[in-house]
């Protein structure tokens, strides 16, 4: 042990006796344990807090917890109104969340698996990378860049640009700048409900839609081929939301499958604003194909499937196409024949896809 002192009076730590003061000098010894130790310079390997179930120890560059718990948080906390300031340009936060009102970081790039913020994202250059950038705040970038991430909610505003691979704006406004390289855009703002047996996928901004429709194994009958005969049958696809709207165009591929007496029967299909009910071997050539004339399915045995793509039966700008307020709203395919026998259900099985405007 080195002992050196201003004073006259040397404390012998290693006899276990308490000392209380060291007014100035040097130790170096191995451990020194006390309650307050005053320093102008501390000089060692590593510094530990002696917790043994929760502690931490500094070593090198490190800070690292240390002890017995599975599970130790280490917590800097700054006095009064100031933050944790960092003087180099990279702030290297792996796999964790960062939890505060705003985030403020120049010209650097924030990369994580989730960005998530109930107040405001704010930088002038900011570029995000991957993950779900959300926020029921705002986003305010002058370039804001994203390949794979979906933003959705708040306010993205002030933009240059906004890039990004998916763009899913649920209930956000987006203003300034321009869209850029957008692979889809989905929405929940101003859209319709499929019908049973039915999901859709909403494309566009509340205003321009393209709804597609996946259909899987619908029964359009509903048990109502019970024998031979003629019969107009038909199932829900789609019902739009209240409000007038212009409907452009319309595309099916659909295929039928019933039971064995009907496999080589060939309906009569389309797709119109009211559901096939009558006694007929064929559709009503009106509101019951008003979005798809009549075509002649392949067959009920899964054939096809049969692809249709027009605009409205009645022209474009015309008939259901300019759909107002009091108009139906329902959209239903429909099917009919002289069956050549009974089949528990016939099932429709494709997509359709719808795209529209809503006006007002």
């Not at 989905?186 to 859209?191: E, G, L, P, R, S």
């Not at 996946?214 to 019969?231: E, F, M, P, Q, W």
Request: charged share 15%; with cysteine.
């Amino acid at each position: 042990m080195k002992k050196e002192f201003q004073k006259s009076v040397i404390y012998d730590y290693q006899s276990g006796r308490q000392d209380t003061e060291l007014n100035s000098g040097t130790i170096t010894t191995t451990a020194i344990v006390a309650t307050t130790i005053n320093a102008t310079t501390v000089n060692a390997t590593t510094l530990d807090t002696n917790n043994a179930a929760a502690g931490v120890t500094l070593k090198g560059t490190t800070l690292a917890a240390d002890g017995t718990d599975a599970n130790i948080d280490i917590t800097i906390t700054p006095k009064g109104a100031t933050g944790v300031v960092t003087s180099v340009a990279d702030f290297d936060i792996d796999g964790g969340t960062i939890d505060d009102t705003v985030i403020d970081v120049g010209v650097q790039t924030i990369q994580a698996t989730d960005m998530t913020a109930t107040g405001t994202i704010t930088d002038g250059t900011l570029t995000a990378v991957g993950g779900v950038v959300s926020t029921a705040g705002s986003i305010t970038a002058t370039t804001f860049t994203d390949g794979t991430a979906s933003i959705s909610g708040g306010v993205i505003s002030g933009a240059t640009s906004v890039s990004s691979t998916t763009l899913t704006d649920g209930t956000a406004t987006i203003t300034g700048g321009d869209l850029t390289d957008i692979g889809t855009i989905v929405t929940t703002d101003n859209i319709g409900t499929p019908g049973t047996d039915v999901t859709a996928v909403e494309y566009g901004n509340g205003k321009d839609h393209v709804s597609v429709l996946t259909v899987t194994s619908k029964d359009i009958s509903g048990g109502r081929i019970t024998a031979a005969g003629n019969l107009r049958v038909g199932g829900l696809l789609y019902t739009f939301p209240a409000g007038a709207h212009l409907h452009h165009v319309t595309y099916s591929s659909i295929a039928l499958q019933g039971d064995l007496a009907v496999h080589g029967d060939t309906p009569d299909c389309g797709i119109g604003s009211t559901v096939g009910t009558m006694g007929a071997a064929t559709l009503n050539g009106t509101t019951e194909e008003d979005y798809i004339t009549g075509y002649a399915a392949t067959d009920c045995n899964s054939g096809g499937p049969d692809v249709n793509y027009t605009a409205a039966t009645a022209g474009y700008g015309t008939g259901i196409s300019v759909n107002g307020a009091a108009d139906a709203k329902t959209v239903y395919l429909n099917a009919a024949a002289a069956w050549s026998g009974a089949t528990a259900a016939l099932e429709a099985t494709g997509t359709v896809v719808l795209k529209w405007t809503s006006i007002a």
